[in-house]
C-alpha cells in the first residue's frame, strides 16, 4: 500500500500521502480525531492527489495503522505514501483548506442514507426531523451533484442553496459528522419537496401511478400488490413484458415477496443499494415480471423512499417499525419512454411524464448527472452486475498499469464508456441503447463529463468494428488515432482486464450478435487472448438466421432456421401452426432462399425456444432465453446432443430431438440448458489441452444467465480449469468499452511491432 516506513522509538514527524476515494467522505474529520486522541501534532488538507497530512509524535507508527485499517465508511484507500521528515516546533493539530489546481482526485459515487442520518431523520428532537433531504459525509448524492472537481459545496447543484447558521457550525466542525458534508442542509436552509409522503402514499393507496424525483432521476411507482395499477403503468410506459423492479421497506420485509440466501441480503443491504434479483415468491402481482421465476428487489436509499415507508406504516413514533416487516411493496421503474434516457429535470416530468403518472414529485435541488438504478445478481457465489450503475459508477477498475489514456466508445446497445487514467478505467453509468436521438445526446454529454471531471486529454479512440453503430461514428469524429476492436474479443478482454491476467488465456464468448474480422455474423466464439492480439480457435456451428437482425425479435425465425439446417422444414406446419409468416418463410427457403447464418449463442436460445413453442416473438432483448431460463430447476445432458468436429460446436442432435420428440417446456429447457453447458464445457476443455491454458475468461451476454453462467464455471472446474467471469461489471455490452480499452492500451504498447491485429 505504499512505501515502507521503518518503525522505531521516540517522537517521529511524518509526511504522509493518501490516495484514492478520500475526498468527500470524511477522510479530513478523520484524521483530525485519530491525530488528537493519540496527541500528534501536524496538520491534514485535500490536494490534488488525495490528501495530504503530516504527523509528529510518539505514536505515528499506531497512527498509520489506523489510518490504513479503519477509514470512514465510503473511503477507498488505494495507496499511503510515507516520508520522514525532520522534527519541528508544532503544538497542535489542524485542518487546513483544500490546494487549488488541477486534481488526480476522483468522487465517490452516491451512497444510501446511512443509520445515523436515519436516527435522525425520524428524531422529534433533531432539526432534520422528518426532512428528506439529510445526509452527512458518510452517505447520500455525490456523483449525481457535481458538475466538476475539487468536489467543494460551489461546485456542486446544492451551490444555490445557503447554510443557514446551524448547518454552518455543522459544516465547520471537525468533532461533527456533517463537517464539510457539501450537501448539508436542512428544513430552513435546503430544497424542498413538491408533495408530502403522506400524499404519495395517499395516491398509491388508491391505485395511481406517482412520479418521484431521486438523486439520479424519476421514478415510476405504483402498488405492487395491485394487478390494474400494474398493468395500467405497463400501457401507459408501453412496456410490454419487461420486468419491473420492486422496492421494500426492509430486510425483515424481503421474506414476503421472495428467497434470499444469506449472501443475497448482504448485496441488499450494500452501501450502494443495488436492485438484486432474487427467488419469487409469487405472491405480487403477475405482470411485475411475466413468466420469470425471479423478481428484482430494492431496499429504500433516500430519506424520501424511507419516509413514504414511514407514513405508510402510519407514521409511527418508536424506532422499532424501522425493522418490522410491512406490507406496501412499490414498483420502482425508471421513468423513461420509448427507450429514452431517463428524466431528470422537473420541466422535463412535467411535460414527459404527465400522460403516465397521476402524482409528479418534485424538488429543486437539480439532477446533473443522470443515472439508473444498478442491477445485480448472486452468481456461483458472489455478486455479479446485470447493470452497473448508481452506487458504483465512477468507481474505477485497476488495469494494473499505466498506460495512455483511452477513451473506449462501447457498443450500441446497453452502451457504456471508458476513460482511462494512468493505471485506472472509469467505466460510465448504463447509458442504453443509441437507436434515437436523446439517448446519443445523453451518451455523448457522458463522455465529456468523464474526460472533464478526470482532467485528461485523450491519446487514443477505439470503437467496434461494426461501422454503423453510434459510437462507431462517434469515435470516428475525434481526429484521434482510431483503434477498431472485434465485438467478441473486447468482451473477453474485459473480463481479462478485470481479473488482471497477464498470461495469455481461453476465452470463449457467449452472445447475441457481433461482427467478425470479416464481416461474419458471430456470438459463440472461442478465442485465445495475448496482451493486445486475439486469434479464434473455433465456435458454434452457423445456423440460418433468416431477415437476419429481425430474427433477434422474432424467435420464430430461428425456428425455421434451424429446421432448414436440419433438414426438417416439413415440420414448420406442425410447430409453427399459428404464425403465417414462419410457413410462408419455409416456402421461400425450399425454393432456394439462403438466409444469412450466425454463430450466435443468443440465436441457439431463440431457436431453441421457438421449437419447443416456448417463444416466437419477443418484446424485449433476451426475453426467450430469460423465460427459458426461469422454467430450468435441474439441468441435465442430452447423451450424444452434440457434435465436436474440427473447430466447430454443433447441437444439431439436440435440436433435432426438439422437433421429433414431445416434451413439456421444463423438460425442453432442462435439457437445452444442460446439453450447452457440457457441450461448451467439452468445447473448452480440447482447446485448453491444445494451447495448454487453463485460465478461461467467460464473457458476453448469455453469461447474464445464472443458470449457464454456474453450470459452466462447474462443469470446467471439474475438468480441471480455471474460469474467470465478470465481476465488477456487467457480462454483455455494458462491460464492452473496458475491453476496448484494455485491448488499445495492450496494442499502444506494442505498436512498433507488427501486432496489427486490431486494427482495420
Not at 517521529?12 to 488528537?36: E, K, M, S
Not at 434516457?341 to 403518472?357: F, G, S, T, W
Amino acid at each position: 500500500m505504499g512505501q515502507a516506513h521503518a518503525i522505531r522509538s521516540g517522537p517521529q514527524r511524518l509526511r504522509v500521502r493518501v490516495r484514492g476515494a478520500v475526498q468527500g467522505v470524511g477522510f479530513r474529520p478523520f484524521v483530525y480525531d485519530l491525530a488528537t486522541r493519540m496527541r500528534l501534532d501536524g496538520f491534514v488538507k485535500n490536494d490534488a492527489g488525495g490528501v495530504l497530512l503530516e504527523v509528529q509524535g510518539d505514536r505515528v507508527d499506531a497512527f498509520l495503522e489506523s489510518l490504513s485499517c479503519r477509514p470512514p465508511p465510503l473511503a477507498r484507500v488505494d495507496a499511503i505514501d510515507v516520508e520522514e521528515l525532520a522534527l519541528r516546533e508544532s503544538s497542535s493539530f489542524v485542518i487546513l483548506d483544500s490546494a487549488d489546481g488541477p486534481t488526480e482526485t476522483r468522487i465517490v459515487p452516491d451512497a444510501a442514507i446511512c443509520e445515523e442520518c436515519l436516527d435522525d431523520l425520524f428524531d422529534p428532537a433533531s432539526r432534520f426531523y422528518l426532512y428528506p433531504f439529510i445526509t452527512c459525509t458518510h452517505c447520500g448524492p455525490r456523483y449525481t451533484l457535481t458538475r466538476r472537481l475539487p468536489y467543494d459545496r460551489a461546485q456542486t447543484s446544492m451551490a444555490p442553496f445557503a447554510m443557514c447558521p446551524a448547518c454552518a457550525r455543522d459544516y465547520r466542525d471537525p468533532r461533527n459528522r456533517r463537517f464539510h458534508a457539501e450537501p448539508i442542509c436542512c428544513p430552513a436552509c435546503g430544497p424542498k419537496l413538491s408533495s408530502s409522503p403522506e400524499q404519495i402514499v395517499a395516491a398509491l393507496r388508491a391505485g395511481k401511478i406517482v412520479a418521484t424525483k431521486g438523486v439520479g432521476g424519476f421514478h415510476l411507482m405504483c402498488d405492487a400488490r395491485n394487478g390494474e395499477a400494474v398493468e395500467e403503468l405497463r400501457r401507459r410506459k408501453a412496456r410490454d413484458a419487461k420486468p419491473f423492479a420492486v422496492m421494500i421497506a426492509n430486510v425483515s420485509s424481503v421474506e414476503t415477496v421472495a428467497r434470499a440466501a444469506e449472501q443475497e441480503l448482504a448485496l441488499l443491504q450494500d452501501v450502494a443499494r443495488p436492485i438484486v434479483l432474487l427467488q419469487s415468491r409469487g405472491v405480487l402481482a403477475e405482470a411485475i415480471a411475466p413468466r420469470l421465476n425471479r423478481i428484482g428487489v430494492m431496499l429504500p436509499y433516500t430519506s424520501l423512499h424511507h419516509l413514504i415507508f414511514h407514513a405508510a406504516a402510519g407514521a409511527p413514533a418508536t424506532r422499532a417499525w424501522r425493522g418490522e416487516p410491512q406490507d406496501l411493496v412499490l414498483v420502482a421503474t425508471s421513468a423513461n419512454l420509448g427507450g429514452d434516457p431517463l428524466v431528470k429535470d422537473n420541466d422535463e416530468a412535467h411535460e414527459r411524464l404527465a400522460a403516465i403518472a397521476n402524482l409528479i414529485v418534485t424538488h429543486d435541488r437539480e439532477i446533473v448527472t443522470r443515472i439508473d438504478d444498478s442491477v445485480m445478481s448472486v452468481v456461483a457465489g458472489a455478486p455479479a452486475f446485470l447493470r452497473r450503475a448508481r452506487g458504483f459508477v465512477p468507481e474505477p477498475i485497476e488495469l494494473g498499469a499505466d498506460g495512455p489514456c483511452v477513451v473506449a466508445a462501447g457498443a450500441h446497445l446497453k452502451a457504456t464508456i471508458t476513460v482511462t487514467r494512468g493505471r485506472e478505467a472509469f467505466v460510465s453509468q448504463h447509458v442504453g441503447d443509441l437507436s434515437n436521438a436523446a439517448t446519443g445526446r445523453f451518451y455523448r454529454e457522458t463522455a465529456q463529463r468523464l474526460i472533464d471531471l478526470l482532467d485528461v486529454t485523450p491519446e487514443l479512440v477505439v470503437c467496434d468494428l461494426h461501422p454503423d453503430y453510434y459510437s462507431t461514428r462517434w469515435a470516428e469524429e475525434h481526429g484521434l488515432p482510431l483503434i477498431r476492436a472485434q465485438h467478441h474479443a473486447a468482451h473477453l478482454a474485459a473480463v481479462v482486464a478485470e481479473h488482471q491476467v497477464e498470461a495469455p488465456a481461453l476465452g470463449l464468448a457467449l452472445d447475441g450478435h457481433g461482427i467478425g474480422h470479416a464481416g461474419q455474423s458471430w456470438g459463440g466464439e472461442l478465442m485465445r487472448l495475448d496482451g493486445g492480439s486475439w486469434r479464434r480457435l473455433g465456435g458454434l456451428a452457423p445456423l440460418p438466421a433468416p431477415s437476419g437482425d429481425r430474427a433477434a425479435r422474432e424467435p420464430w425465425r430461428m425456428g425455421v432456421g434451424a429446421l432448414a439446417k436440419l433438414g426438417r422444414l416439413d415440420a414448420a406446419a406442425r410447430l409453427f401452426a399459428h404464425e403465417p409468416r414462419a410457413l410462408e418463410m419455409a416456402r421461400l427457403i425450399a425454393q432456394g432462399y439462403a438466409p444469412p447464418v450466425t454463430s450466435s449463442m443468443g440465436r441457439l436460445f431463440d431457436a431453441a425456444a421457438a421449437l419447443l413453442g416456448l417463444s416466437t416473438q419477443q418484446h424485449y432483448e433476451a426475453q426467450a432465453a430469460m423465460e427459458m431460463e426461469a422454467l430450468v430447476v435441474a439441468p441435465r445432458a442430452m447423451e450424444h446432443g452434440f457434435l465436436l468436429a474440427g473447430d466447430e460446436l454443433d447441437f444439431s442432435p439436440l435440436l433435432t430431438a426438439f422437433v421429433q420428440e414431445r416434451m413439456n417446456s421444463r423438460e425442453g429447457a432442462e435439457l437445452f440448458h444442460g446439453t450447452v453447458i457440457e457441450g461448451l464445457a467439452q468445447f473448452v476443455a480440447k482447446a485448453a489441452t491444445e494451447q495448454r491454458i487453463d485460465r478461461i475468461a467467460l464473457g458476453g451476454g448469455c453469461l447474464m444467465n445464472r443458470v449457464l453462467a454456474e453450470g459452466l464455471m462447474e462443469r470446467l472446474r471439474s475438468l480441471g480449469l480455471r474460469p474467470l467471469i465478470a465481476r465488477r461489471l456487467p457480462p454483455n455490452d455494458g462491460g464492452l468499452s473496458l475491453g476496448q480499452a484494455a485491448m488499445a492500451r495492450a496494442f499502444a504498447e506494442s505498436r512498433n511491432s507488427q501486432d496489427l491485429a486490431l486494427c482495420v
